[in-house]
């Protein structure tokens, strides 16, 4: 099975083609003919934070969104902020509480505004889906109308891929999302980590605060024979964001406790799966 020699895409995942006998996905070829400039999307990140004096976090308690927090407290020094948590129904309580103990260490007031997303869940698990997409849009347009009832202008979240080569977009009404951590590498991200009262949950799957997303990565893997999350963690790979083997790992089969599993098809009101 030939594997993309730049990210981590194989035969399954994504087209492999041979190119001057190295072995590349589609992606990483388009990558390489159209690069990044990374020192660009930086600048423009800089500029704009510049421009930042209210904002909203979309802090949903991750390790990613806690990084946000802090760079926009600590390092970009936003005036006004306010850590924004959209509580699908399926967050795990370690990470409302990293949520809350985090923000209460910086300073920042902390706002929980839930939501059932058993409708997107559920279907994502019938259908051996990926939920991630779905609940990300429902959960920024949350947050937009948020924004705009509050009167924020910018909402800063933790991803760490830019929009295509810029590191915000902007959305309906002129709200601003912003990409804090474009192009931040992962071991970046830790080290910050280690100096806040961060405790990473044992959630399988790449997330420290979701509960269903070890379910549904399971119940893809069954079906598809792959991970949901390998090209967005193959880009990360390209990008040089994450390190190979540690990527590798992120995409595994996972494991998931029954326990977990069992609170996840309780919620949903599912018995089992087809």
Known sequence: MLKCSLCIHDERTAKIDVVDGKPLCRECQVYLKHPIDRNAIRRELEELMEKVDRAIIAYSGGKDSVVALYLAKEVYGVKELEAVMVDHGLMAEEAIENA????????VPFRVLRYDYSDIFREALLKAQSPCRACSRRTMEKLRKYALKNGYKYIITGHELPF???PYRVMKGGVIQVRLLSLMPERERLEILKGLPFEFPELPGY???CLV????????????????????????????LMDREKAEREVARPEVPEEQKKIVFERLGLESLP
């Not at 809350?100 to 300073?107: F, P, T, Y």
């Open 164 to 166: 295509g080569h810029h």
């Open 100 to 107: 809350r103990r985090i923000a209460e260490h910086l300073g």
């Open 207 to 209: 997330t420290t605060n």
């Open 213 to 240: 997303l070890g379910p549904a990565l399971e119940r893809y893997w069954e079906v598809n024979g792959h991970s949901f999350e390998h090209r967005r963690i193959a880009a990360l790979v390209r990008y040089g």
